[in-house]
């Protein structure tokens, strides 16, 4: 940061702690959302959770009795029995519902179904096709299902009166499967009606749908609007997640680009926010086990539902949350020793001397007790020698010499 000047140094130094005050803040949100993503909306947990909500209110069970009762096998059948479920009471078609439909075979139609509705929300396609599987119903409804359905619908008609009785077995003997008498008859005759219509029920089964589609009453412009905007709703929820996921890598970005410029620094603007983001997801967590539990049955409290329902709401959206909690944390500790990790490498990296301009010294400061390999001894200063002039010759001694003298 040596080319910024003192005031863009400091500006930055603020930026940069405001960044790391969000992504301390935001760092908890982030792994919250991402383990929610992961878990609570990922197709396997979304189908168990609305599955066994289906299934205990016992909504979804009615609803595939609508559907199947009012296929067209089931509209044929009614005609050749006409007046054979005209005795039938309320509570008398939810026995019925549990006799034709047993609850293995509605588990695993309910799981179909959101499963199929979960695949369409993340696809293109602008309405789900859901069907209901009838293969399974018919083995059982062969298996038995059709005996116990058919002694419980005579159990519903009132006691035969003795000419009814005749004509009943007159009519079983002539035409089985064209009843006009519908009472319950006593002993052999019972056993007969019985039997004989079951036989018959069995044999219309071959004409018995392997699937009806569930989507028909779905292409209206009412049902066409809420399942879009459901759908809508669930898209933008899951959006929101995905990118609060990224907003801590943002700032850690943005941390590098602005302060970082040595492993020093990478540890001090990286590792100190991550231990203290790591700390806060740890504790929060720790104490959203000590109160969440609490809390999910207070809720369920609210909903002023039956305790064995509420035990068993609490039991399908517990497992759910526990996992996001123990995801969460194990996402906490790992935060936890990265930043351990770059704080030991600020700790452990010596910071690079400043540049510093040496400035000539005078010999008399020069230390005297210096290696003299390496400090030769002080030099005297040059000092240019005086030049004396010649002297003159004496003037008595100018005699010639030489050849004229």
């Known amino acids: 940061m040596g080319k910024y000047s003192g005031c863009g140094r400091t500006l930055l130094r603020i930026l940069a702690i405001i960044l790391v005050v969000l992504l301390v803040g935001v760092l908890p949100t982030s792994i919250l959302a991402n383990n929610v993503l992961n878990i609570v909306f990922s197709t396997e947990n979304v189908t168990k959770i609305v599955s066994e909500l289906l299934i205990l209110r016992g909504g979804m069970r009615d609803q595939l ?33 549990k006799i034709l439909f047993p609850d293995e075979w509605i588990e695993s139609q309910t799981r179909n179904f959101v499963t ?32 116990r359905f058919v002694e419980f619908i005579v159990d519903t008609w009132p006691e ?24 319950k008859p006593e002993g052999d005759l019972k056993i007969r009606l019985v039997e004989i219509t079951t036989a018959s029920l069995i044999n219309q089964l071959h004409d018995f749908p392997s699937e009806i589609p569930l989507d028909e009453g779905l292409e209206t412009q009412n049902s066409a609007a809420q399942l879009k905007e459901f759908r809508e709703n669930v898209l933008v929820m899951m959006l929101l997640m995905r990118w609060i996921r990224i ?3 943002l700032f850690l970005g943005l941390l590098m680009v602005l302060m970082v410029r040595s492993w020093r620094e990478l540890g001090l603007w990286w590792g100190v926010p991550l ?23 207070d809720i369920l409290v609210q909903t002023e539902v039956v305790p064995e329902v509420r035990e068993a709401l609490f039991s ?64 005297s200063p040059f000092k240019p020698e005086e030049i004396s002039p010649e002297p003159e010759p004496d003037s008595e001694d100018d005699t010639p010499s030489g050849m004229f003298g």
């Open 275 to 297: 231990i203290i983001g790591a700390v806060f997801i740890l504790v929060l967590n720790v104490l959203s086990f000590a109160i969440a539990p609490a809390r999910l049955r």
């Open 116 to 147: 199929d509705l979960m695949i369409w929300i993340e696809s293109d396609v602008p309405m789900p096709k859901i069907t209901l599987d009838l293969l399974l119903l018919r083995q059982h409804l062969e298996s038995g299902g059709i005996k």
């Open 316 to 379: 399908a959206f517990w497992p759910a949350v526990d996992s996001v909690l123990k995801r969460s944390l194990l996402h906490g500790f790992i935060i936890l020793v990265i930043g351990i990790a770059l704080l030991i490498v600020t700790l452990t990296t010596k910071a690079k001397p400043s540049p510093s301009i040496q400035t000539e010294t005078s010999p008399s400061t020069t230390d005297e007790t210096s290696d003299p390999i390496f400090s030769p001894p002080p030099v």
């Open 247 to 249: 907003i801590p890598f």
């Open 160 to 183: 035969c009166t003795a000419p009814q009785a005749n004509r009943l077995e007159r009519g079983l003997n002539q035409a089985p499967s064209s009843l006009t008498e519908f009472c």
């Open 65 to 97: 009795v609508v559907q199947t009762l009012n296929s067209e096998w089931f509209s044929e059948l009614s005609e050749d029995y006409a007046g054979a479920f005209s005795y039938i009471t309320p509570r008398d078609e939810q026995i019925i519902a």
